[in-house]
């Protein structure tokens, strides 16, 4: 993969592509991988569940009931018979989790004294006794007024589990513990003190409902009477016998809004009419194009009457002089017919002033007849506002009453009769075996676990081998000929930054390096890829973008140079003109001005001092529709460039994206294709091959870009790229 070569190694046929021994070499890698990954999980759960304690878990049964409250009334009764709410059973586990009720099980049968569940009674391990002696030598914390709870109470509600079977109305109460009896006897004790604690509630808050109701009735009875009273003397003095009577009034201001509406828009089309004719005759206008006298039958007659008399004066006049009696009889009519037009449109816009007038007149009045209507219904209506808030009141204060008395009721008569909402259906047993650890599960647990994993390596091995990574995937998978590999500057100089240092100026600043000699050996490899003669134009392309063709294009160009090779680098990528921003030169004329002859090659041409290469840049970066590279000028040129030089190199884009890339490799005697290591997929350097020889460029072969010799992930032993690490004391950095 790296510095040597593949010098003159033929491409292997269609036929040798699949290779077996390769095929059986990864199949036993990735077996490897996933048997080493299978048995590292499964012995990972193995010592976990034989270094777990035993412990034991006992569970009540309870079932939750029918709310008691719900007994003696018979609407509920009636229509809720049987049916429990599902919010009422979750309810019912959270008590049963609840922080009071642990509590009281911890007091009753004194666990802050058991060992398991206080910690401060157990013995002192060699953590514990560090920590104390730690504990002398900073400062005494502030004593706190009060805890929620003690730590003895979180213990215990870490063991316990209350879980609601499906949608039933059974609960499972199970407690955990190391001893079988103990956590029967505490499951036990958790299920009697959640029942007792229900009773107790009950009781309490019916005796307080009681008291409360009591106390509250005798005012609530007075406050009905009050309210009612209230309603009845202020019907009797506003005279509102009933709470009708505004629907009329209602309905005449409707009527009267849609009146102003429709008049409003009746006295905007009069006054727009009456604006557009008066503007007309304001702007110079004879009146002959206001909108009313265009219609008026009138003023039609007239111009029509106007028109045959124009044409008679027409007529005389080309038959007598201008003092003719018949012509200047003719012209006499022709006047007095402007004369009436004119005063018909003076008669139609005092029309439209009149109805303008009367419009606005209209609406006004409609408008006060309407504001009268809203008086007179606002003064109607406010005794109404008073009236109905009476009688809203009344009506609140006696419904409120009536609920106050008949709950006073049902709970004094079920006083006698409050029993607990759950029963228990079987109470805890000491189990016999242990609830955890399952050995059984674990391991089968771990084996699944283990393969999953084994299988999701292997998916993942495939998922990184899309792409390319060494020769043996370039000549049996691609069929191409390998020609080396550059590698990452930062894999050979650890913790290089490429915004300081430069590949290309690497190559000036180290020409001893391994990363140096990488680039002499692949001008080599190209110098041996066509049989019988020395290529002397390149064209440097590759997939897609990012795969380093004008860092290759003048890497070889410098390399080549330095080599004492006359050497240029072709800037042939119209849109990006990356040779320029490399070597951070702002030429003035370029390939685009040779080609067209406005600059004469010796001109375009610019020298890199550090190697002695030669450039013909881009001035700019621009796309056009001309195809310059098919041209008389492009042969021309190229054929003066390999007279000059004995080294043409072509920075192209890429084969895949840009189609000129296609015109310019048919100038080339060798095509170098570029993938970058390990990201280009195979699929897209396919596709590469494939397009350059429907182009009719011969292909020496593929180089692998920027690839990373601190990952060797080759599964050819003959990669020379996994034997870097034996020869890299030859090179200096």
Known sequence: MYLTPNLGKPSVAPEQAFDLPRLIRIGRRRLRLMATVFLVIVAAAAAITLSMRPIYTANVHLMIDKPSEELLSRETTAANEGVLDASMVETEVEVLRSPGLAAAVVKELHLDHDPEFNTALAPPNLKARVKMALSHLKPAAPPQADKPRSPVTD???????????????????????DDPDKSARIANAFAANYLSSQLEAKFNASHEGNTWLNSRIGEMRQRVVDAETALQRYKI?????????????????????????????????????????????????????VGEALSSPVVQQLRQQRAVTSQRVANLQSRYGERHPELLKA?????????????????????LQAQEAVARQRATSIEDSAS??????????????????????????????????????????????????????????????????????????????GLAAAVTAALVMEMFDKGVTDVDVVENELNATYLGSIPSLRSIIPGADPLRRRPIDHLISKPVSSFAE???????????????????????????????????????????????LRTVVVDCDLRQRAVNQLLRM????????????????????ILDEPSGAMVLPLVQSHYTPKDMFTS???TR?????????????????????????????????????????????????????????????????????????????????????????????????
């Open 155 to 177: 213990a215990v509600l870490g063991r316990l589990k209350v879980n609601r079977v499906g949608t039933s109305y059974m609960v499972n109460l199970g407690f955990t513990s």
């Open 237 to 289: 003095q506003n005279n509102l016998l009933s709470a009708q009577g505004a629907t009329l009034a209602e309905q005449e201001i409707s009527t009267l809004d849609q009146q102003v509406a429709l008049t409003r828009a009746q006295q905007a089309e009069a006054r727009a009419r009456l604006t557009t004719a008066l503007a007309q005759l304001a702007s110079g206008s004879s009146g002959d194009d």
């Open 331 to 351: 012209k006499g009519e022709l006047a007095d017919i402007d004369g009436q037009i004119q005063g018909e449109i003076k008669r139609i816009v005092s029309n």
């Open 372 to 449: 009268r209507s809203r008086e007179g219904l606002a003064q109607t209506n406010r005794s109404m506002v008073r009236l109905n808030e009476l009688q809203r009141d009344a009506d609140a204060e006696r419904t409120l009453y009536e609920s106050f008395l008949s709950k006073f009721k049902e709970m004094s008569a079920e006083a006698g009769l409050a029993r607990s909402d759950a029963h228990i259906v079987s109470s805890a047993q000491p189990p016999s075996f242990p609830s955890a650890p399952k050995k059984g599960l674990n391991l089968a647990f771990g084996m699944v676990l």
């Open 518 to 564: 990488s680039f002499r050996s692949l001008n080599a490899a190209i110098g041996f890829s066509r049989p019988g003669s020395k290529p002397k134009v390149l064209a440097v392309t590759s997939s897609l973008p990012g795969e380093g063709k004008t860092t290759m294009s003048v890497g070889l160009a410098r390399s080549a140079a330095m080599s004492g």
């Open 586 to 605: 702002t030429p003035s004329c370029g390939l685009v001005e040779v080609l067209s002859g406005a600059a004469p090659l010796d001109k375009a041409l």
């Open 632 to 634: 008389e000028a492009m």
């Open 637 to 733: 040129l190229i054929e003066d460039l390999k007279k000059r030089f004995d080294l043409v190199i072509l920075d192209t884009a890429p084969v895949i994206l840009v189609t000129e890339t296609r015109m310019v490799v048919r100038h080339a005697d060798v095509v170098l294709l570029l993938v970058y290591w390990r990201k280009t997929r195979r699929s897209l350097v396919r596709t590469a091959l494939r397009l350059l020889d429907s182009a009719g460029a011969t292909v020496a072969g593929v180089a692998l870009t920027r690839v990373d010799l601190r990952q060797p992930a080759s599964v050819d032993p003959d990669d020379p790229a996994a034997y870097y690490r034996t020869y890299k004391k030859y090179y200096a950095r």
